[in-house]
């Protein structure tokens, strides 16, 4: 899968390059990546919520009774078959997603009327550790930010969708309502459905995460157990980023990243940060679920 966005100059912004990873059912997997590169672009695309400059190219798969591939769906499918039904969307920016003249209570009536669910709204508000009592009749500007990105689940589980794309759910929370709302996203996991998490707080969420995905300049570098990625890394973008992070030394990322408009035909990330690669860019396996490119070994071995 490929996405580009076109710009009125004439330019295209390669927001993702050939992206080839599945988000298996019952498991949480994880996107990682510095700002800009391509992430929250991903999720847009997978349900058919880009502008119309924008050029999609590959498949991909919607399994099922109903198998579809979301990248030939039209617009009619996407909006009666796919969104809030068989794919969920937690936007970010909790405090601006949610109508603000409506109570909580009303906006998950309505999204459960719309979208055929089986789930009354108070049922989908105790599913997220809210109260009914003390939160239905709220408006969105009278909840807190935990309160708010419960309701964004709560409205993204009214259709009951096989798949949920989470983009930043943990934004501007403390650590104890971000560790609050990724564990409720691991306890849809454990229903059966897929949950693609796109995340800077990797210490809220990959406690919780079974798998992690990397992403640098638009292509996703390395894919695999959450265990494997996170501590022992085959490609040196994924290590570079954990060293960034505050309890892993606050070491910045080296180089700055290209712009999205003009990125080089090799690697990237090489060309960025230095040092020998193979120069395959595409995804190859090392292990039983586990990919890597321009890798040959453990971070310091090869790559």
């Not at 003390?134 to 708010?148: F, K």
């Not at 390395?222 to 960034?244: C, F, I, K």
Request: with cysteine; net charge negative.
């Amino acid at each position: 899968m490929s996405v580009q966005l076109g710009l009125l100059d004439g330019r295209w912004v390669h927001a993702v390059s050939d992206l080839d990873m599945d988000l298996p059912a019952g498991t949480v997997t994880l996107l990682a990546g510095e700002s800009g590169c391509g992430k929250s672009v991903l999720a847009s695309a997978l349900i058919g919520l880009l502008p119309p400059t924008a050029r999609v190219r590959g498949q991909v798969g919607l399994d099922g009774p109903d198998p579809l591939d979301l990248l030939a769906a039209d617009d009619d499918v996407l909006a009666t078959r796919v969104r809030g039904r068989r794919v969920g969307l937690v936007p970010q920016s909790a405090g601006t997603a949610l109508t603000p003249t409506r109570t909580v209570g009303a906006l998950l009536s309505e999204a459960v009327t719309t979208l055929g669910g089986a789930v009354p709204a108070a049922d989908l508000l105790r599913e997220v550790w809210l109260d009914p009592d003390g939160v239905a009749d709220l408006y969105p500007h009278q909840l807190s930010g935990g309160m708010a990105h419960r309701v964004l689940l709560a409205l993204a589980l009214a259709g009951q969708p096989d798949v949920l794309l989470c983009d930043e759910p943990t934004a501007g929370l403390d650590p104890e309502n971000a560790a609050h709302v990724a564990g409720l996203l691991a306890a849809q996991a454990r229903t059966g459905r897929a949950v693609l998490l796109i995340s800077h707080d990797i210490a809220a969420c990959a406690p919780v995460a079974d798998r992690v995905a990397v992403m640098v300049s638009s292509r996703v570098v390395e894919v695999g157990p959450a265990t494997d990625v996170l501590d022992r890394p085959w490609h040196d973008y994924p290590q570079a980023l954990w060293n960034s992070l505050p309890e892993r030394g606050f070491r910045p990322v080296p180089g700055d990243p290209p712009p999205l408009t003009d990125l080089p035909d090799d690697c990237a990330w090489h060309r960025r940060a230095g040092g020998a690669c193979s120069g395959v860019l595409t995804l190859e396996p090392v292990a039983p679920d586990h990919w890597v490119s321009c890798g040959r070994g453990p971070v310091g071995v090869g790559c």
